[in-house]
């Protein structure tokens, strides 16, 4: 299982919110939606997220088990 966790505290770290992200890398409300269920997205999604944010792919999600 995905978790996005890190990504929402960064969000929180950067005074940013979910509409703010999506608007900055080009995702669509439903994407978020994805991701606030912890479902997986494109990995051109996540790229998208790290370049909007200047991170990598460690600073926005983890693998957990089910």
Known sequence: ???Y???WKLLIDKDMSKK???EKAGLSTFTLTKM???ES???DTL???CKA???TF???MEITED
């Open 1 to 3: 299982m995905v978790s």
């Open 36 to 38: 606030n269920k912890g």
């Open 47 to 49: 790229v998208k997220i």
């Open 53 to 55: 944010l200047d991170c």
């Open 58 to 60: 460690d600073d926005i």
């Open 5 to 7: 966790k890190r990504l």
């Open 20 to 22: 703010d992200l999506a």
């Open 41 to 43: 997205v494109k990995s």
